[in-house]
């Protein structure tokens, strides 16, 4: 099954501290069996001395710079670490151990349903020590087979759209197809006509729209439910 996602979300300028992703699954059968479809994703690691030795019990600090929710966790055996479940956002890693200066990297641009690798290098020293990482970084997918392409909210308020529907941006993707009939208009703003394309062969109206990871299309047509306007994403997503 080829599927094709995109994701979405509610910026704060119109729901205050919250995220809602709309995602997109089209798949050369039908989209109902798609629905555990998920846009959370995962930084993992191993921690490492300058020896290339990997360092047991560390701890590691993981805070998202946007919200401020944090969680802790201690390296295993092997010295690797992992987050799981984790919300688009953009990340800060803090790697304590003792024997070691802290280690702190800002600045972690996470996507929706992105598996990514952070590893840590830490330096000889004590805790009041420390390096600081602070330029910008996007995580690439680097644990999975997924291909993916992303706008993020600067590029969606920043490209031309008539329909001010942030889907429309789908058929800047190669491959994708409007449907027969005249079911398409990219210049029209009917909520329910948003999902009528189709990508590298696939029918029309066979897509799986998710908002958040909860499907929004009618099970019998595929019509849409509700299109979120460009002004209110923060992230799509084609997979």
């Known amino acids: 099954m080829r599927l094709f996602h995109v994701t979405n979300a509610i910026s704060r300028r119109f729901i205050a501290h919250l995220g809602c992703l709309l995602a997109i699954v089209l798949a050369l059968g039908w989209s109902q069996l798609s629905f555990g479809q998920s846009f959370t994703s995962s930084i993992t690691g191993t921690v490492t001395d300058p020896s290339g030795a ?16 944090a ?13 799981n479940n984790l919300q688009p956002g953009t990340y800060q890693i803090t790697v304590t151990a003792p024997g070691f200066q802290t280690y702190i990297q800002q600045n972690l641009v996470l996507q929706a349903q992105v598996a990514s690798r952070v ?25 999975t087979a997924n291909t993916s392409a992303t706008l993020d909210s600067h590029l969606i308020s920043a490209l031309p ?42 029918r029309t109206g066979e897509s799986q729209i ?30």
Request: proline share 4%.
């Open 71 to 83: 969680s802790e966790l201690t390296t295993r055996d092997d010295g690797s670490y992992q987050f």
């Open 119 to 143: 590893d840590i290098p830490l330096q000889v020293g004590n805790a009041e020590q420390k390096v600081e990482v602070t330029a910008s970084a996007v995580l690439l997918d680097t644990e």
């Open 161 to 202: 759209n008539a329909t001010r529907t942030s889907l429309n941006f789908v058929f800047a993707v190669a491959g994708t197809t409007p449907a027969p009939a005249g079911f398409t208009d990219r210049n029209a703003t009917i909520d329910q006509q948003a999902s009528m394309f189709g990508l590298n062969g696939g």
């Open 210 to 239: 998710l908002i958040d990871g909860a499907p929004s299309t009618a099970v019998d047509w595929g019509g849409l439910f509700v299109s979120p306007l460009q002004d209110s994403v923060q992230e799509q997503q084609i997979i």
């Open 54 to 69: 990997t360092v047991a019990g560390a701890k590691v600090s993981l805070q998202n710079m946007n919200t401020n929710a």
